[in-house]
């Protein structure tokens, strides 16, 4: 069972620069979560997908955009990248958002993003 | 504000040797919390959970305990191998769904 992944692994980036980190699982899941973990800090919601076809901003969504393609892919976009955006982002999903609240987070392996 | 606080910060192990791990939350209202490893370049995965009616919930080594009176959670290893080497990360789910995660515990276990 391949669960949630994460593509690329590592990314460097120059300023300006822009990307997309793509995410798909295979667990039928209906939401989907993209986290930002920094050093010393806790993982960062920065937009989620309750459902196919709906996204919402989380905590720290300035500089991002976010894609629900279908029910199993789910992509994060840096339109111009800055440094402050170097981080390890971790793609996650589970069954429902509503009514879920007993239900884990399962995520990728993140990927690992250098902006310089 | 919503806050998770797990200390210590890190812990360092002789295989073998016990240790708890520290989760203080000021989350309001409460729905659960939940324990996760994360092993060193992959992500988290779910321990245990605990809800409001539980004290204490074992997986295997790990036995988690929450007292909802004082916000406190622990994680406590028993007889740790190198394998438990990872970072130990508390979440708390709040109103709304919402998710507050502790900054973690990074533990490491020696020979």
């Known amino acids: 069972n391949a669960g949630v992944t994460q593509t690329p692994k590592f990314q460097v980036l120059k300023t300006g620069q822009s990307m997309t980190l793509q995410c798909a699982q295979d667990?039928?899941?209906?939401?989907m979560y993209w986290y930002r973990q920094d050093p010393g800090m806790g993982l960062r919601l920065i937009y989620y997908?309750?459902?196919?076809?709906?996204?919402d901003k989380g905590e720290v969504p300035n500089g991002y955009n976010v894609s629900r393609l279908n029910k199993r892919e789910f992509s994060l976009r840096l339109e111009s990248a800055a440094p402050s955006q170097t981080s390890v982002y971790f793609c996650?999903?589970?069954?429902?958002?509503?009514?879920?609240?007993?239900?884990?987070?399962?995520f990728g392996n993140g990927t690992r993003l250098t902006v310089t | 504000k919503n806050q998770v606080e797990q200390s210590p910060q890190s812990l360092i192990i002789l295989e073998g040797k016990n240790c708890t791990l520290q989760?203080?939350?000021?989350?309001?209202?409460?729905?659960?919390l939940r324990w996760y490893k994360q092993d060193t370049g992959r992500g988290p995965v779910s321990l245990t959970i605990m809800t409001f009616s539980e004290n204490t919930k074992s997986n295997g080594r790990y036995t988690a305990t929450l007292d909802a009176d004082t916000k406190q959670s622990s994680l406590h290893i028993t007889a740790s191998q190198l394998s438990d080497s990872a970072s130990y990360i508390c979440?708390?789910?709040?109103?709304?769904?919402?998710?507050?995660f502790g900054t973690g515990t990074q533990l490491k276990v020696e020979l």
């Open positions: 667990m039928n899941h209906n939401s």
């Open positions: 997908s309750a459902s196919e076809g709906t996204t």
């Open positions: 989760c203080n939350y000021t989350v309001s209202p409460f729905s659960n």
């Open positions: 979440v708390v789910t709040g109103g709304g769904n919402k998710l507050t």
């Open positions: 996650a999903s589970r069954p429902r958002e509503a009514s879920s609240y007993n239900s884990p987070l399962h």
